[in-house]
Every structure is written in C-alpha cells, then in structure tokens.
C-alpha cells in the first residue's frame, strides 16, 4: 500500500500504557459520573411477558407518591424507533420502537419510561406503573421460527425468518462426485454476550442558546450514534455532539445504535431538561444484546488420501426479536457463513445461511462475531474427519491449509501473507508431551488427559467494499486520524476510534511519536468526542491498531515531512535527507547539525516569518485509511489441555497455548493482553457463560450469579508465541488483533474434550453438566 | 432519614441518608468519589469494593446508615491523583488493567492481601494469589496480569524487608 516504517524506535516497544495512571487513581470519569444541574433521572418499565398485546398503561399510582415524576409510553414517541435494513430483497424487515407500541416481543423490551429527580425515586415510581398485557403465542426455538404455522412477530410476516441467503464457489455437486469420505455433522454454540463490567448508559443535554443537543454515552461508536441520532430525530448533524467518556468495557456490545440513545436525547429535548439512564444489570443482561446461538451443519468432502475438496454448510442463528443497527439480523450468519472456509485450501463450497426471530433479547456483535461459533464447528469437524480417516488431527490440518499467499479462497476472498503451517508446526512442538500423556491415559479408568487445538483466520480491518457487498447499513470502516503540533512541539491526535481498554492513547502516542521524531509522552492523544475527533466508524471489528495505527501514521508522516522542509531550510541542507529523532532535526549523519523539533514546531505556527518562502503557516494533517478490500487476514493455532474425571466428568484446564499472528506487533504488553483477555472470555464461552430462557420465553440468567463467567481462579496461565508475519496492505503491516483470542478456545476445549473422552462433542458450553452427561456417555461407550 | 457520622479518607463529616441508600451511592454523591464503581448491585463482582474499618466490604450490599462512626477509605485514597501506590505501579508494569472499570475495587481486595503476605513475609503460591482476587471480576485482562502485579509487589516488599 504505502511505504513502511523504517527506523522505528517506539513501535514495537513494550511501553506501559499512558492511561493508566486516571483508571488506577480513581479519576477516570465513566458515564455515571456525569452529573448535569437540574438532570433528570430515568428508569424503565420494561417487558414481563415474551409476547404480549399492550392493553394498558396504568399511572395512576404515581399521582400520590409525594414527588414530581414524568412518564413517556409508546404513545408519545410517534414512530421513532431503531431500523437496521440490509437491502437484502428477501429480508423481512424489524423495527425496534424506542418504546413498545401496542406489543413487546421479548422480555425486558422498553415499555416506559419514568422520569424523577432521584434514581432512587425514579426507581420507585417505575414500579408503580402497571401494565396489562395480553399474552401472544411465544416463539422460543429454532424449529417453531422455521414453522410457517406459527404467526409471525410482525405484521405481513411470512415466517420468522428474517432472511436466509446462500453463499457459494465452485462447483459443490463436483467435490461431492469426487470425494472418498463424506462427513456431516451439527454443531451448536449457545445464547452469550460480551458482559463488560461497566453497563450501558446515555446522558443527554440540550442547550438552547447554541442550539447544541450534547449526548453522552457508553459506546464504542461515538460518530455512528450522532449519524443515526440526528436521522432519527431530524436534527442537524452539525449541532449534536456524542461524547462517549471513559467506557468500561464493550467487547462489541456497545457497538450497535441502542433505543435508549435516541430516547434519552428526545426526553432531555422534550422536557427541557437534562436526562441520565444508567442500566443495572438486570437490564444489561436481558434487555442490551446477546450474541452466538448458532447451530451449523456442515457437509465434507474428502479425498481418500485426507484433502478436503469441498464443504457444505447450513447456518440458523436464533437472532432474538429485532435486528439490530448497523450490523442487522443478518449479521451473525452472514459471518459464519463468510468465514467457514477459514485456513484451508478448497475451491468448492456453498452455504446457506439464515436469521431465526424468537421472542429474546435481539442479537447483536460480541467479539469475534460469527467466528467463534463457525470455528468451533469447522474445527471440530475438522477432529471429527481426522478420526474417522485414522489422521493425526495437526498432520490432517497441515496437510489443507494455505501456505502460497495471496490465496483467494472460494468465495473469492483474497489472504494475504499469514503463517497457518507455521502456527501449527510451532503448536505441534509445544504440545509434544502433553500429547504423549494424552496418549498415556487413554486407558486409564480415573482420569483422561486430552489435548485439543484449533486453527483459525480471521478476516479483520475489512475495508468499505467489505460492506457494500453485504448491503449492510454500517456502510464503511474507514477510521481518520487528525494530527497537529503545538508550538512547544508537542503533538495532538484526534482519532476516530474510542478507547475502551484497547490503549489506543499509547499505542497511537507511539506511532505519531516514530514519524514526528518526539518522545509518546509528548503526544496527546484524544478519541471518543465528535466535538473533537474526525468523523470515523469507531472501534470495532478489529481495526484500533491496523487502520487507526495506519491513518495516524500516514497524517503525522505529512507533518514529518513539513518538518523536515523547514529543517532542510533553517540548516541549509536537502530536505530529503533530514532525518527526525529524539526531538531534533539533523542532516542524516549529522547529529551536531541540528534544530530541535520544538523550534521547528514554533517556526511553523508562530515565527513563519522564518518559513521558507510561499511556505503555508500551520501544522495539521488528517488523514482518513480505509480498510483494504477483503481486510487483512491475522490467523493464530490455540490448544487447551484438560483432565477430565471419567467418573464425575469434572474438569480442569491445565495448560492453553496460543501461537498467533496479527503482523506487525505496535506493543507487545498491549497484544499480549489483548490475546490473553480474548481468551478468558473464550474460556467463558466454552465452559460456563449461557443465557437461558424457558419456554415461555423467560429469561432465567439474570444476575451473575446465574450467568457465570470465569474468575481468576477457574483458569491457566495463557501462553503466548508470536509469529510475526507483516502485512503489505496496511501502513504499519499491522493486522487486526482485538478479537482473536475470543476465537479460539471453545473449538481448542471441545476437541481436548473429545480427545480426552473420546467421543464427538457437538455443542458448548461444556459446564459440568455437560461434561458430566459426556462421561457418562463415553462410559457407556466402553461398555459396549 | 437517619443521621450519621463518616470518616472517609480522611474527612469526616455528618450528614442525614435516607435509610435505604447504598454505601457506594453516598460516596459516590455525597463525597464525590468516583473511582467507587458499581458493577452489579449484587455482590457478586467486587467493582465497589471498600475498606471499612480497614477491611474490604462491598459498598453495593452495605447500607450506608449501617457505617455511622466508621471509617472509609477509597481507591482515591491510596496513591493519590499520581496513582503511587506500589500495588498501582506494578498494575501498570504488568498491564493488570484494561478498561478500569473493575480495576479500583481490585486494588481495595488486593491491598490488604498483599500487607498479610508482606507481614507474613512469604510469597504466595499461584493458586492463592487467584484465591484473593476471586470475589472480583475482571472482563478484559484474563486476570494474568493481575497476578503478576501481586507477585511483583510482594517480592519487591520482601527484598525490601531483606535488605532493612
């Protein structure tokens, strides 16, 4: 694309993270420390019944509560609502109203909304209005989504699919002529989310003087709720302005365009004063979104000597009661569906896949977003082809995957240089003696030891046409970058990313600090404020370090390069050879020649008189890098241990390995933890975090002690290796990396599960429950 | 409306709650504590975690009218706006934290752990140092470089004490 780096210094260095210092001090300032004078506070009356008819809003109560309350039903807010159409021609369309006209459709929909000037008395008044509703059928499963019996969730429905689709390449019926072994099997993986600790919220305040309508939240998509804001509400885009302030996580949850962010800003316009909702988490785990529930089956072909020729796959994602902004019900099986080709090499392939609308909270993007469930299923049945042809799982892998770059797959997607037999033959080393106790036990009546590895790509930083493809309403995923210098010479980055843990304020610090020749520390680096950051997509889909990286390198390189002009004429030297580092400006082999950058800085903004002639005052440079056509594709191997009781089925992780490549690593303590985070959540994903509803459509996990996730003690060591394999389509040849950690593991524990026990794993989680059913069932095996 | 009397970091200061109020509420309103954080209003994630009377408590399942005459101390209390503290430092040389929201209530748990075993004058085994964090939940970090902030500053304390 563009020209590397050469001599970098801060890149690549493991530097601790600017920003810790205001998270560890206690002076970070999340979304419910936005305190406004006169705010108003709000609380939901949210959906108790999965399908019903609105029948009535009674507020009567709230007339003697002894406090001034306001409350906004469906009836008021017209037909505001979230729409999230992917110009599909056979999709059926959603729309979310922001309250619940006449029929909520899942339980914790929002009904109405109560306004007081305590959360504790908005709270109170909450309880006090009653709703009658009449009951609906409930659409709780897959199969009742797919039966053309039951009604449709909305009006002029056929069924309740919102759409199914198929992708293919190549000729499927030829790979199925030609192979010796054909292997099918279906594969689930069960209703999650992404859970961060800090739960939604939205602020909002209107300032009729300046005719500005501020809008605080915890997004991850500050520029995308301003866009879909001033649609919705008709407002001008120029005079609204989101701020999402410190945000305590998002793992993609706080990605889509939420009701509560339009609602908040249209109460705070509609009653003259400020309003704040912050959620508790009751609501975050009913009402924000979840994210998976996929069952996949997929149909292999095999040569007799063990290549796959082909792959057939049929995807259903129970994606809830709405289709959510801007990634659609469409979303999470489209992606499965995308990427079920991952590292192999085949030529043919076909897939059909479909959005199932049930009577739950709606499906929107949780790290990794279709990979996780189309990794467990690829890479289990890749276990499962290796058994039944009496392969050695990694051989089996190693003799498929890609190893000429570029390769264009056969849905036509094109990889760029990665390290797939590298990863693996690195893995296979690491786990040689785990492998031989795995092997040792395999008779032993107490305890099993199982190894279990997968093997994935993952399409990141994907650039617009990416999207236009899929016809999806996110439109781009382009991310800018503003840089400036000061007159001290320091340097400002305004970037359109919003940092929630990913430190970005180091990681672009460093790269702006390479090209300016200044220390990170110098460089200020600003996000998650429309007010000051330029317009971008924000931070999602694995694009901080690729794109972000990429666009401030490029705009602080143009800057670079006025530095060196100015350099080139204050030391009367050529500008070409004027090199930048450790804040001066000297003639390459020159170090005594020099101009502090500082001087430089102060010449451009302040005494231009001394500028070289007809030379603009100024220095600012944006830039805005959009992601390559079919993104850049990092690929990683993670491989779990477990022992597992024969008896009880009880289990214990005993060792997980990762060895991944995501190119060019900016800073190792950030991509470790990165890496390390990703995999703790999938750990969750593949041993204990379910969302479950009973057949009324009744959310049964709605604290944490009901949804667990993994605690300190429930998990290994994470081991990392990294392979370093630069991209050549993005500036820093970084690849995407955020989400890749989340990818791996539920396929890498359900193959050391099957190794350990067995037999075929077919679903996650793997709780004890599950695991103590597959002991029961290898035993039973045994026997027979 | 119950009258009460709190120290908290140091200030004391009387004032009138509402029976029901929440610990975590009052010092995060009526003492501009910030860095106290709510994750669930449960009990079951550690985010709001506190020293009362010196020991963790959790200021999302304690009355803030059941602390009158106690002392309060917060994350805004240990190492100050430079966030100083030894424990802080090695959370930033480990990258112990990610996002922050969990991260203040970790360093109250954690805090007292680490004066036990530099009191104890032993370093922790794995399996303890997890066992002291395992009321907190941490979303982002995987916990290792929790773990690896306890160990660093446990055996700084140690050489520390070696040396005197």
């Known amino acids: ?784 | 409306m119950i009258e009460i009397t709190l120290e908290v970091n140091g200030e004391t200061r009387r004032l009138s709650v509402e029976s029901r109020r929440l610990l975590a509420d009052v010092l995060r309103q009526e003492f501009n504590l910030s860095g106290v954080h709510i994750g669930c209003a449960h009990g079951a994630c550690g985010c709001c975690t506190v020293h009362l009377d010196g020991k963790p408590r959790l200021s999302c399942l304690t009355f803030a009218a059941q602390c009158d005459g106690k002392s309060v101390r917060t994350v805004e209390s240990v190492g100050g706006v430079g966030a100083d503290h030894p424990l802080q430092k090695a959370f930033r040389s480990e990258h112990g934290l990610q996002c922050g929201y969990c991260t203040p209530g970790f360093i109250m748990t954690l805090i007292p752990f680490v004066e036990e075993m530099t009191a104890e004058r032993r370093m922790p085994d794995e399996e303890e140092i997890r066992e002291a964090m395992s009321g907190n939940i941490c979303r982002c970090t995987g916990y290792q470089g929790i773990v690896e902030a306890v160990r660093k500053v446990i055996g700084e304390n140690l050489e520390e004490g070696a040396q005197a």
């Open chain 1, 1 to 784: 694309m563009t020209q590397q780096m050469d001599r970098p210094k801060h890149i690549g260095a493991r530097i601790q993270r600017f920003e810790d210092t205001r998270l560890l001090a206690g002076t970070a300032r999340y979304i419910d420390d936005i305190r406004l004078p006169n705010m108003l506070h709000l609380r939901f009356v949210r959906a108790q019944m999965a399908h019903a008819k609105v029948l009535e809003i009674d507020t009567e109560a709230l007339e003697d509560i002894g406090f001034p309350t306001q409350v906004f039903t469906g009836a008021d807010i017209g037909d505001l609502s979230i729409k999230a159409h992917q110009d599909y021609p056979e999709m059926q369309y959603s729309e979310q109203p922001l309250l619940a006209r006449e029929r909520v459709r899942f339980v914790g929909e929002a009904v109405a909304a109560v306004l007081a000037d305590d959360a504790y008395q908005a709270e109170d008044a909450a309880e006090m209005v009653f709703v009658d509703y009449e009951p609906l059928q409930v659409v709780t499963t897959m199969d009742q989504a797919r039966d053309p019996e039951v009604p449709g969730l909305f009006d002029g429905w056929r069924t309740n699919i919102f759409v199914e689709r198929q992708m293919k390449g190549g000729d499927i019926a030829q790979a199925k002529a030609e192979a010796a072994h054909v292997i099918k099997r279906t594969y689930t993986t069960q209703r999650q989310a992404g859970v961060p600790m800090e739960g939604r919220g939205v602020a909002a305040e209107y300032d009729p003087a300046s005719r500005m309508l501020t809008v605080w939240s915890s997004t991850q998509i500050p520029h995308l709720v301003r866009t879909y804001i001033a649609e919705e509400l008709g407002l001008p885009e120029s005079r609204l302005r989101v701020v999402a302030p410190d945000v305590g996580g998002g793992f993609g949850v706080k990605g889509q365009v939420f009701p509560e962010e339009v609602l908040v800003p249209w109460l705070a316009m509609k009653t003259g004063r400020p309003v704040k909702w912050v959620e508790d988490r009751r609501e975050h785990l009913t009402s924000s979104i979840h994210a998976r529930d996929h069952s996949h089956t997929l149909e292999a072909y095999v040569s007799e000597d063990g290549r796959l020729l082909g792959l057939k796959a049929d995807i259903s994602v129970d994606v809830g009661a709405y289709s959510t902004f801007p990634f659609t019900a469409a979303g999470d099986p489209g992606m499965a569906a995308k990427v079920m080709p991952g590292p192999y090499d085949f030529q043919h392939y076909e897939a059909t896949f479909r959005a199932l609308a049930t009577n739950k909270c709606p499906i929107g993007t949780y790290r990794g977003v279709g990979r996780p469930s189309a990794v467990f299923a690829q890479e289990r049945l890749m276990d499962d082809i290796a058994n039944e042809l009496g392969l050695d799982p990694i051989e089996f892998r190693l003799k498929n995957v890609v190893r000429d770059f570029p390769y264009t797959n056969a849905l036509g997607f094109t990889y760029d240089p990665g390290s797939y037999a590298e990863t693996l033959e690195k893995m296979r080393d690491l786990l040689a003696e785990d492998r031989a106790a795995a092997e040792a036990s395999s008779n032993d009546p107490d305890k099993r030891i199982g190894v279990g590895l997968a093997c994935f790509v993952e399409q990141t930083a994907h650039g617009t046409p990416d999207f236009t493809r899929r016809r999806v309403p996110i439109e781009t995923g382009y991310i800018a970058a503003r840089v400036e210098m000061t007159p001290d010479g320091q340097a400002l980055v305004d970037i359109g990313l919003q940092n929630h843990g990913q430190g970005h304020e180091t990681v672009m610090a460093q790269v702006a600090a390479d090209a300016l020749g200044i220390d990170p520390k110098d460089v200020h680096v600003r996000h998650g404020d429309t007010l000051t950051t330029p317009y971008s997509v924000g931070t999602w889909g694995s694009r901080g370090g690729a794109l972000g990286g990429g666009a401030v390198h490029v705009a602080a390189g143009r800057i670079a390069d006025k530095l060196k002009a100015i350099a080139g004429h204050l030391l009367q030297s050529d500008p070409q050879k004027i090199v930048l580092q450790n804040g001066i400006a000297h003639p390459e082999g020159q170090p005594d020649r020099h101009v502090a950058v500082a001087k430089l800085a102060r010449t451009a903004l302040r005494n231009v008189d001394q500028l070289p002639a007809g030379m603009e005052p100024g220095l600012e440079a944006q830039y805005s890098l959009d992601g390559p056509n079919d993104g850049t594709y990092s690929n990683a191997v993670h491989a779990a241990v477990v022992e597992i009781d024969t008896k009880t089925g009880k289990m214990q992780l005993k060792r997980f390995v990762v060895v991944e490549d995501c190119g060019t690593i900016l800073n190792p303590l950030i991509v470790d933890g990165q890496v390390r985070g990703g995999v703790v959540q999938g750990i969750g994903s593949a041993m204990l975090e379910h969302f479950i509803y009973d057949e009324d459509g009744q959310p049964l996990t709605v604290t944490f002690a009901d949804y667990l996730m993994p605690l300190a003690t429930e998990i290994p060591e994470i081991e990392l290796h990294h392979i370093e394999t630069p991209t050549p389509l993005t500036p820093l040849g970084a690849k995407g990396l955020g989400e890749g950690g989340a990818i791996g593991p539920a396929a890498a524990i359900a193959n050391a599960v099957a190794d350990a026990l067995g037999i075929e794993v077919t679903k996650t989680p793997l709780n004890a429950n599950a695991l103590w059913h597959l002991a029961r069932q290898a035993e039973k095996n045994r026997a027979e």
